[in-house]
């Protein structure tokens, strides 16, 4: 008895729609899936990049770990019916019609898609919509194993050399059996594969190469024209994920997190493209950035490399970003090295962190203070009220840095600044630096009418010599501290006076308030106390005028050339002021009880003649416009957040430092109540609580900006030398001297002298 011929064994061939969840094989199924729809065709994907990226975006499928190949193709079954051209459609319904046959058996049409479709979306609205209906019947694919062992078979008869089709070369989609197979299902496939227990060959090697081609060629590849596509298009690597609506705000609002190393490698039993199982054979950490190399062993095997950051011109961006962002926030890198230690965290090291802050950093704060300081400047109108002060990078005599900052009185905004280093400039640093801060905003269109600094006298003698147009006031918060000084001096050899010194404090702010600008004025009132100390309230124009003559005689006796004045030449004098201010009834009720001084008593001797010194009238005088510097102090607090005084910084470190502090000082000007909270605080002057107020929202976005202006600088931008930028933006004008301390280093072998003496 003859037996039959042996049935040939069924390949797996033919194109497969590679949409996620999509199970469409031209092999097997030749009708569509959707209802009134008797077709079905597998169309390549478009040629240009910008419409290629569009289909990849609504194929469902994740592409960093999935990468289509020129051979990709997608069903027909994910587009609408306008999607396709019209003349298709209605030559393929003549054939049918003529034909009189079933859709598989008539003849084959071509059917085109219009150059603008995209799949699973809809045309009127863009949005992304499945054709196939969930709730319609489909066709349940044959088990996961079938069409695994179907393949396996292929790969056998093909390396072995039997393959009776060698023809129709080897397909392999590389996420189609991964997606629905439970990991242990795919681990036992797997190692059955690698043991050889089910196939003829061993697929651990890489000697053998598989081309991924077609089978099919009577299908078109699709592009946006309607024409063939024999060309390959690389798909970008860098284009972002398919992420669900419900993560979405997730993925936006989180850039970075902290991963744990285990979790991270336990990943990678699997691999990344196709799912299969996979080693791990290298890790690597680049700073804050960790690389790994895995090998897969599936059916094709392949090696692949994972970075945990993009690259950005051959640097990792999380260490560009991870430098900068510490930097910013005022954290030095010996902190961050502890830190980082002792957490076992990878960290860039210390020459890469200060190259890469001020090769990419520093040059976008740069840009970022211009542009800030700029447009201040041009939105003043007419002279502007200014205030001045120095600050020192270290306290006492050993300070290298005087950090000169000026700012705008009416709206507290910082306007500019100048450091000067020991060793560039003679004499005060701050004198020097007051001096160019002055020149450079004088050189950028600033026309300053009234300057506040502290009572520094070197200072005031150069704004009268440079700066005559200016008029130059004393801070009343500073002269205030001083009097209160001097008076608690004065105490500790008169005790009887230290009650009366918050008073006489209180009665100076009093009276430059009230003088409205008149420096005689300001004098009197202030003058005044010395007669309400004796219970005097009121008095006659010259009330002192014996006991002015008697210390004029007095002091004649020291003097080689003596000086005789009238007594209305000397101080105090009361032309306009002749009584307190307080009131009778405030005499009777709130001073009824005082210890009242008596005239010519030694306390008020000692009263009276600091209070008539010729110095220290002068200085009162400039007070009058009642200006003080407390906004300034309190951006001097601010700066010690960034640059604080126990740590030694460099030049341009100083400035760029003192650039950035600038930028959130005068990013966050609205001091409203909606952005203060009021607290209790003791004052430790005044020994009770007294009510503040903080500014408690803050606008931290310029740290945002800096860092996304550095990320596209490191991808495009020119290189840039930040000394040349500082020195063209008028901010270092001498040469920075190498050793401030003027002495020559001794050398290595020379030994150290130990000796007192």
């Not at 993009?310 to 502890?338: D, Q, T, W």
């Not at 400039?425 to 004088?442: P, R």
Request: proline share 5%.
């Amino acid at each position: 008895m003859t037996e039959p011929p042996a049935k040939k064994k069924r390949k797996a061939g033919g194109s497969f729609c590679a949409m996620g969840g999509c199970s469409n094989r031209s092999s097997r199924d030749s009708t569509s899936g959707l209802p009134n729809r008797d077709f079905i065709r597998y169309l390549y994907l478009p040629k240009d990049h910008k419409g290629r990226q569009k289909w990849l975006a609504r194929m469902k499928r994740d592409t960093r770990s999935w990468t289509p190949g020129k051979n990709t193709r997608v069903c027909s079954d994910h587009f609408f019916e306008c999607d396709f051209m019209e003349e298709d459609l209605s030559r393929y319904r003549n054939r049918l019609s003529s034909d009189g046959a079933s859709s598989s058996k008539v003849t084959y049409t071509r059917i085109r898609l219009k150059p603008d479709s995209v799949p699973n979306t809809d045309r009127q609205t863009g949005r992304f919509v499945d054709p196939l209906d969930p709730r319609d019947v489909q066709r349940r694919p044959p088990p996961i194993r079938e069409r695994f062992s179907e393949q396996v078979e292929e790969v056998t008869e093909e390396t072995a050399g039997v393959s009776d089709h060698s023809s129709s070369p080897l397909q392999v989609q590389e996420d189609e059996f991964h997606d629905a197979l439970p990991d242990c299902e795919l681990d036992e496939i797997s190692q059955s594969l690698l043991s050889g227990t089910d196939t003829d060959s061993d697929f651990s090697g890489n000697d053998t190469e598989y081309e991924m081609s077609s089978d099919d060629d009577s299908e078109d590849r699709f592009t946006g024209s309607g024409e063939s596509d024999v060309d390959d298009v690389e798909l970008d690597q860098e284009s972002e994920p398919i992420i669900h609506d419900s993560v979405n705000s997730f993925a936006q609002s989180i850039k970075w997190v902290f991963v744990s190393v285990p979790l991270l490698l336990s990943l990678f039993k699997h691999c990344p493209d196709c799912g299969v199982p996979s080693k791990v054979t290298k890790v690597m950490t680049h700073g804050f950035a960790i690389v790994i190399h895995y090998k897969c062993f599936g059916i094709c095997p392949h090696e692949g490399v994972w970075r945990s950051s993009p690259v950005v011109r051959n640097k990792y961006e999380s260490n560009l970003l991870f430098s900068a962002a510490v930097m910013m926030c005022g954290v030095s890198y010996k902190a961050l090295e502890a830190v980082m230690s002792c957490l076992s965290v990878p960290y860039v090291s210390k020459t890469s962190f200060y190259n890469l802050i001020s090769s990419y950093l520093y040059p976008m704060i740069m840009n970022k203070w211009t542009a800030v300081r700029d447009s201040i400047i041009n939105g003043l109108q007419g002279d502007v009220d200014v205030a001045g002060d120095g600050h020192f990078d270290s306290p006492g005599w050993c300070a290298k840095f005087c950090t000169y900052s000026i700012m705008e009185m009416k709206s507290g905004a910082i306007l500019d600044f100048f450091i000067c280093q020991k060793g560039m400039y003679n004499g005060d640093l701050e004198t020097a630096a007051c001096k160019e801060v002055l020149t450079n905003l004088k050189s950028r269109g600033v026309t300053i009418k009234n300057l506040v600094t502290d009572e520094n006298t070197k200072v005031a003698k150069m704004v009268r010599t440079f700066f005559h147009q200016i008029t130059h006031n004393y801070d009343i918060w500073h002269k205030a501290r001083l009097i209160k000084k001097k008076l608690l001096v004065i105490a500790k050899k008169f005790p009887k006076i230290a009650e009366y010194v918050p008073g006489i404090v209180n009665h100076f702010w009093y009276a430059c308030k009230e003088c409205k600008g008149n420096p005689k004025v300001l004098v009197e009132r202030f003058h005044s106390a010395l007669l309400h100390l004796i219970n005097e309230h009121s008095w006659t124009s010259d009330p002192f005028k014996p006991l002015k003559l008697k210390i004029q005689d007095e002091n004649n006796k020291n003097r080689k050339k003596p000086v005789c004045l009238p007594s209305e030449k000397l101080f105090p004098l009361f032309e306009t002021e002749h009584k307190c201010d307080h009131g009778q009834k405030a005499t009777h009720r709130r001073l009824k009880g005082w210890k009242w001084l008596d005239l010519e008593s030694d306390e008020w001797m000692a009263l009276f003649k600091y209070f008539t010194d010729t110095r220290f009238m002068n200085s009162i005088k400039m007070c009058r416009n009642f200006f003080h510097t407390g906004n300034l102090e309190v951006y001097h607090n601010v700066r010690l957040k960034l640059l604080p005084k126990r740590t030694s910084y460099s030049l341009q470190r100083m400035l760029i430092g003192s650039m950035l502090i600038a930028i959130e000082v005068n990013l966050n000007l609205d001091t409203s109540e909606t952005r203060r909270k009021q607290f209790w605080s003791y004052s430790k002057s005044q020994k009770k609580y007294v009510r503040k107020s903080r500014v408690v929202k803050k606008n931290y976005g310029y740290r945002v900006e800096i860092l996304n202006d550095m990320i596209d600088f490191a991808r495009s931008g020119p290189e840039l030398e930040i000394l040349t930028i500082l020195e063209d933006d008028l901010y270092i004008k001498k040469r920075i001297p190498t050793n401030i301390t003027g002495l020559q280093i001794p050398g290595e072998g020379e030994s150290a002298d130990r000796s007192r003496f």
